[in-house]
């Protein structure tokens, strides 16, 4: 069991619960969302609202090998559920789309460079992505989509 | 500026798994707090535990308006824990794992 989650486990009360939020590995996506109609402008309010939202998948940011390093948690999880009688047992894991917006290029870019160590947009990707936004009809947002994994383990 | 506000789907995910009400909690690599505020003060006690001051610090600031003796930030690292045996009810980490 790594230590974190050796820890986590000690300082757990019998049943405890632990909870995991992290990305998989799969790769980044570049979308671009517009409104469908003016009248949307708020459509970041509710984004799951499919009717009112124009989504334009672009394609996928580069990744370098520090992609793998978020398996590291999914496995540190395994080995916990691996580990008994004085481990974890699985409640239930599920997956959603943790996403960032961005209103121009620029931002996006910069964001990357500051937080995002492992993932850069390539100039064909930003290019796509700036003709896709040149023809939405409503002021568009650059979405990023990351896969997040949540896992819930019951301390055993 | 990026919109980087937990999302709606999120929290309602999170929810789907865990109850926080009156749960003593401890959140491992909660950063600044992004994930703590939709969930800590339903809690009986929530510590939220980040190994990087600053980003301690500005949980702090956005705490600022909330503050509550059941949350409390401490600056600490999740594989050495400063906490006694079966102290809490729910380990929470935020992308924190890897």
Redesign the interface.
């Known amino acids: 069991m790594s230590s974190a989650v050796a820890e986590a486990h000690r300082v757990l009360r019998p049943r405890g619960q632990l909870l995991d939020l992290h990305p998989t590995d799969e790769p980044t996506a570049l979308e671009v969302w517009h409104a469908r109609y003016q009248a949307q402008a708020d459509f970041l309010e509710q984004p799951e609202n499919l009717e009112a939202i124009h989504r334009a998948p672009i394609g996928y940011l580069d990744h370098d090998e520090t992609l793998g390093d978020f398996t590291a948690a999914t496995d540190a999880l395994t080995e916990a559920l691996d580990t008994n009688p004085r481990g974890f047992s699985l409640q239930r894991a599920t997956t959603f789309n943790y996403r960032y917006f961005f209103d121009s290029l620029d931002e996006l870019t910069d964001y990357l460079e500051e937080n995002w160590e492992h993932a850069t947009a390539s100039d064909a990707l930003l290019e796509q992505a700036l003709t896709v936004m040149a023809q939405a009809t409503t002021p568009p947002k650059l979405v990023i989509v990351q896969r997040v994994v949540v896992t819930a383990l019951r301390k055993t | 500026?990026?919109?980087?506000e937990p999302?709606?789907?999120?929290l309602k995910?999170?929810r789907?798994?865990?109850n926080f009400s009156g749960q003593r909690v401890?959140e491992?690599g909660a950063g600044d707090g992004r994930?703590s505020w939709p969930f800590a003060l339903e809690a009986a006690l929530w510590i939220a535990l980040d190994p990087d001051a600053e980003e301690v610090g500005a949980a702090a600031s956005t705490l600022r308006d909330q503050t509550s003796p059941t949350v409390r930030l401490v600056v600490g690292d999740?594989?050495?824990?400063c906490?006694?045996?079966?102290?809490?009810?729910?380990?929470?980490?935020?992308?924190?794992?890897?």
């Open positions: 500026m990026p919109l980087l999302s709606a789907l999120e995910t999170i789907t798994l865990a401890i491992i994930l999740g594989r050495t824990l906490f006694p045996d079966e102290t809490f009810d729910l380990a929470l980490f935020t992308w924190s794992l890897c």
